[in-house]
C-alpha cells in the first residue's frame, strides 16, 4: 500500500477567493465534520484533516493542499495512483475529468489515473469510478447534471402548484409590493418569517398543503442540506472502490452507483455508457440542433444553457475561420462583427466546430444540425 497516493479534494472552483469559509473550519460544520472540533474553527479543513487522520491512523502521510484544483498543472496530477474527488460543482468535476482525460498517453499505462467521483445532495448521493478515455465520464453524462429548470414566473405570478412556487411568489413578487425600497435580506430572521407567512397565506389560498418554515428558509436561500449519513456512505463507497483498485482485491465499481434515501434506502448501480460523441472522451463531434436563423450571439448566449454544452464563456471556430474568439482583446474586436450574423450565414448544416472556453483544458466539438 505504501506506493499508493491518492488526493482528496474539497475545494469548489467556483470560488475566487481561497479560503473561504468552505475551505475553512466554521462551527456550523462541527455538528457533521468529525474530523474538527471547536478549537479548529477558522484553520483550513484540508490541513486539520491531514493532520487528525495522521494522528488516528500511525504510519500514514497525508499531504494536504488549499487551493482550486486549477492552479495545478499535469505535472501535479500525474504523481498519483488514483483521485478521488469530494467536489461540490459540476464545473469542477468537469475540468477534472477533462484534465486527466487529456493526460492520457496509451504509450504509458502510468499516466492513465482512475478518477473516483462521489458527490450528495441531501438524502441523495452517487459514486462513480472514471477509467479516463477508456470508459464513460462526467461529460459523456452531463444531460443528468443540466441546470435546474427555473420556474416560469407566469407560474409563480397566476397559478402555483407546488409548496415552493407559494414562497418564490412571496419571495419575488408579495415582498416588493408590500416593503417597496427594502431590500430582502435572507439572513434576516424577521424577513424569512414574513415570507414565510405570505407563503402560508397564498398556499391556503390554492390548497396547497406542505409550506414550512424550514422550506421557505430553504427555497430563499437556496439550500440543500448537508446531511452527514449520506456524505458517510458515498465516502465508504469511494474509498472502498479506491482500496479495491489499489490492491485488486475485488473487482470494483462499473461505474456508477447512486444512492436514494429519501424513503428508506435504495442504491442502483449501473454501467453508465461511455457515448461515441463524448466532447472529452468520444471520437465523434456531439450533435447539437440549432436554428439556422438564430444569431451567432444568441447560439453563444444558448451554449451556457444547454443542457449538453454547458460552456459559459465559449470561443467558437470551424476549420477554416474563427467565429468568435473572446480572448485576447484585439482577437474579440476582430471577430464581434460576426455576432450579429445568422448561423446560416456563417456555418453549413452539418459543419463541426470546435469550441474552447476558458474553464477547461480541451477544445470541445460539436457538429452543428440545422433544425
Ligand atoms: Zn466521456
Not at 465534520?33 to 478549537?39: I, K, M, P, T, Y
Not at 496509451?106 to 499516466?111: F, G, I
Not at 472502490?241 to 489499489?246: C, G, P, R, W
Request: glycine content about 4%; hydrophobic content about 35%; charged content about 25%.
Amino acid at each position: 500500500m505504501s506506493s499508493i497516493w491518492a488526493s482528496y479534494f474539497t475545494q469548489n472552483t467556483l470560488r475566487v477567493a481561497p479560503n473561504t469559509p468552505t475551505d475553512t473550519i466554521d462551527i456550523s460544520n462541527l455538528n457533521r465534520q468529525f474530523l474538527f472540533r471547536e478549537s479548529d474553527v477558522g484553520k483550513p479543513k484540508a490541513e486539520v484533516a491531514a493532520a487528525f487522520v495522521e494522528k488516528r491512523v500511525k504510519g500514514v502521510k497525508i499531504t494536504p493542499y488549499v487551493g482550486k484544483i486549477q492552479d495545478k498543472d499535469e505535472d501535479y496530477y500525474m504523481q498519483f495512483k488514483i483521485i478521488v474527488c469530494g467536489l461540490d460543482s459540476i464545473e469542477a468535476r468537469r475540468w477534472i475529468n477533462s484534465t486527466l482525460a487529456g493526460m492520457v498517453d496509451a504509450d504509458d499505462p502510468e499516466s492513465l489515473k482512475p478518477l473516483i467521483d462521489g458527490g450528495t445532495e441531501g438524502f441523495k448521493g452517487q459514486s462513480r469510478v472514471i477509467l479516463p478515455t477508456l470508459t464513460s465520464c462526467i461529460e459523456c453524462q452531463l444531460d443528468m447534471h443540466a441546470p435546474r429548470a427555473a420556474v416560469p414566473l407566469c407560474t409563480i405570478a397566476t397559478i402555483p402548484r407546488q409548496p415552493q412556487h407559494c414562497i418564490e411568489w412571496a419571495h419575488q413578487i408579495a415582498w416588493q409590493e408590500k416593503w417597496k425600497d427594502e431590500p430582502f435580506d435572507s439572513d434576516n430572521m424577521e424577513h424569512i418569517s414574513w415570507i414565510y407567512g405570505a407563503a402560508l397565506e397564498r398556499s391556503k389560498q390554492f390548497s396547497i398543503p406542505g409550506v414550512t418554515f424550514q422550506m421557505a428558509q430553504g427555497v430563499v436561500k437556496n439550500i440543500i442540506p448537508a446531511i452527514a449519513s449520506t456524505n458517510a456512505i458515498i465516502a465508504a463507497s469511494a474509498t472502498s472502490e479506491a482500496f479495491k483498485i489499489a490492491t485488486s482485491c475485488n473487482p470494483y465499481l462499473e461505474s456508477y452507483m447512486m444512492y436514494a434515501g429519501e424513503e428508506g434506502v435504495y442504491t442502483y448501480t449501473f454501467n453508465a455508457e461511455q457515448k461515441p460523441d463524448c466532447p472529452v472522451c468520444g471520437n465523434l463531434a456531439r450533435k447539437i440542433e440549432v436554428d439556422p436563423e438564430t444569431s451567432l450571439e444568441s447560439f453563444i448566449e444558448s451554449l451556457g444553457e444547454r443542457a449538453e454544452a454547458q460552456l459559459k464563456k465559449p470561443s467558437l471556430r470551424t476549420e477554416e475561420k474563427t467565429l468568435y474568439q473572446r480572448f485576447p482583446p484585439q482577437l474579440e474586436e476582430q471577430t464581434r462583427c460576426n455576432l450579429p450574423l445568422k448561423l446560416r450565414e456563417l456555418v453549413s448544416d452539418g459543419q463541426e466546430i470546435a469550441i474552447s472556453d476558458p474553464a477547461f483544458a480541451i477544445d470541445f466539438r460539436y457538429k452543428l444540425v440545422f433544425k
